[in-house]
């Protein structure tokens, strides 16, 4: 089983065009994100640590996030075609961890990298806040977000890359221009 990794900073575009490859590759989409955006929205213990960590932009612990993804792989169903994690790996310590996981399972995962200008990825993030009723989106927690995925997410771009398992994307302009180039690859590797 093949799987992709969808990185990127915030508002780089990873839950669009998830949507986007889902729909044309049939792949299933797992956000980190939003599984835990449903933790906090059913109140349960968990739910409310969790919320005092995300609403102001900081990570959840990587042990936690490892095994949530432990069990996820663990309930994959065997006809899946593959999984576009969004949102995980976020530490070098996640992504040697989705490692030794997939290997386990026999199963491989290549990266593909959305790259947007920080004056692009802010303007998209400030305009959503203004609907999406998220806590993190708003300027102080979003440059918060930002400093730590430049302190711990970025190098995983690094990690992959040095595996040969990575794509860079360029995801400044529009939707349909970032998955062009994605088609191109996924068409490779999903034949
Ligand atoms: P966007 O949805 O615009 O790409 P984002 O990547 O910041 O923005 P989510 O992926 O929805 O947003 O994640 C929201 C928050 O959930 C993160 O800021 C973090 O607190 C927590 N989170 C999600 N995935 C992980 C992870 N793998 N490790 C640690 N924390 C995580
Ligand atoms: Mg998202």
Redesign the pocket.
Known sequence: MLHIILG????????TLSEIIVNKYGLQHL????V??AEIASGSPLGKE?DA??SK??????Q??IQLLESYLDNLSPDCKGVIF??????VE?ARALTIMLAKRHMEAYMLDLYAEEDVIMA??IH?GKTSG?A?DNYDTIKN?LR??NEMTKPISDYYLKLHRYFMINSNINPECTFSQIDVILSGLYK
């Open positions: 990127g900073a915030p508002g780089s575009g990873k839950g956000s980190t994100g939003d835990l955006r969790i960590l995300i932009g900081n990570l959840v612990p990587d936690q996030m969004d949102g995980f790996p976020r530490t996640q998209r993030l959503r998220r993190d977000r730590i995925y």
